[in-house]
Structure formats: structure tokens, C-alpha cells
């Protein structure tokens, strides 16, 4: 009996041994405010639907503490728009006049974290107001869809500098082999787009969308942007996230949708 006894503690120990620690996983997660402005038209994000009507906007980037390192989802408008007293004005006035009330370098320093030390990175797309300060990153890994970075930007220009560390991928990835942080490759708004999701030990699960949708309106009439470069895997894109959500009863946090992140708690507090 002693024997038997022996054996179960054994065995016992050997598989708490092998248990992932306590803390394995995302332990936090800050929003950060990467841009504030005003679109002027909103029916080009869907069409005949408020058409002239202007609307606040607002531009997140996540910063999230996993027990593997530091992971940065999007990089919102250039720092250098907080230098400039009228914002940064789009050469379509019916898209987003954005302005930048706290610089991304600002806010890093305020929680003790500096660019370096960031593991590893992503983007939701390689529009402008969502990779303004990739190269803050010189040296951190990027996650990015094949099909985005190969995309050619104006006159043909590629979208990152060539220097840059790159993980092309074809679809979506596990970034730390433990679910918690999946890039989930949602085209439509581009080629290659992808949104993110997060898996926290008290708030649950997340999928950050990137602009796979702008705001809720959009995502409940499934309005699809006038400049989307696909409406079928838009749609269908939307269709994964509806699908994903309802299967592990995630919320959806929309990127630009300025009536939620009044909601949100913003950095530096943060979510767990």
C-alpha cells in the first residue's frame, strides 16, 4: 500500500512539473490612444447610409504584457502628428482629419516600457493611421500577411523597409504556440488584413478587428466600405469574427468606434 502511495506522489509531482506556470499567457493589457479626428462623410465606410454626416473617429493600439515578452498590435498616426497645431488633414475630406493627443513613445515611457523591449508586433493593415510608427520598432519581429506586405504601396513603393524583421504569414497564427494571442487573417479592407485575438484570465476573450469592421453600425448592417478592396471576403471576413465569438462568447472591440472606447479603460490602467 505504502508502495502504491509512493507511486501516485511521484507520478503527482512529475505532472505538476510539467503544468505550464500559474502565470503563463497574457497577464495585461493597456489600450492605448494612438489618434483622435473626425471623418467628414461617413457613407464612404457605408454607402447610402448617413450620407454628408461627420463623426468623431478614434484610433487604438494594444500593448499586451505575455509571459513570453511584450506584444504591440498596430502603431496608430506618426508621433510626429502631435507636433502639428491642425492635425493631419487627408487629401480626400471626406475621410479622417486625425490629430494626436498623446504621442505612442509618451505613453510607452509612462508604463516603464521602451521600444526595445518589445518581443513582437503586428498589424491589423498598412493603411497609414495604423503603421505610423512601425519603425519606432527597428529591430522587433513583425507579423504580417504575405499578401499585405507584398501589396505595392504608392508608385509601387514597398509598405515596410526592407531591413525591417518579418514574418510573412498565409493565414492565421498562433504567435506564442499557447492561444492566447492568435492573428486571424481577415481580408477585405485590404489584401492581407488580419485582426487579433486575445484571451485574458479575468476579462476572457478579445477580438481587436483592426478595420475588418469601423464602427457598430457597420458591423450590425454589415456595411462594407466603399474602398474595401474586396465586399466578398469582407464579408466573409466578418462572418470568421461572428462565427469565433458566438463558438467562445468573445466581445468585439471595433478599432475606430469612438462610443466604445469611451467605454474602455485606457492606459495606464489596464486589463487582465
Known sequence: MNRVLGLAAILGLA???????????VEKLYVLNCGEGVA???????????????????DNCYLIKHSQGWFLW?????????????????????SVTWHRPKK???QLEQLGVKPSDIKAMAISHTHPDHIGNVEMFPNTMLYVQKAEYEWPGANGAPRFKAEHPVTKLEGDRDIFGDGSIVVLSTPGHTPGHQSLLVKLPKTGELILTGDAVHFKSNWENRGVPVNNVSKEQTLAS???????????????????????RD??????????
Open 238 to 260: 466578418m462572418q470568421k469574427i461572428a462565427d469565433r465569438l458566438a463558438q467562445d462568447k468573445g466581445t468585439l472591440w471595433i478599432n475606430h468606434d469612438k462610443a466604445q
Open 104 to 106: 505612442l513613445a509618451a
Open 74 to 94: 498596430d502603431t496608430g498616426i506618426p508621433d510626429a502628428v502631435a507636433d502639428m497645431p491642425n492635425g493631419l488633414a487627408p487629401a480626400d475630406l471626406r
Open 40 to 58: 467628414g462623410d461617413i457613407s464612404r465606410w457605408s454607402p447610402g447610409v448617413n450620407e454628408g454626416k461627420s463623426m468623431d473617429f478614434v
Open 263 to 272: 467605454t474602455l479603460k485606457m492606459a495606464p490602467e489596464f486589463y487582465e
Open 15 to 25: 505532472a505538476i512539473g510539467l503544468a505550464e506556470p500559474a502565470n503563463a499567457g
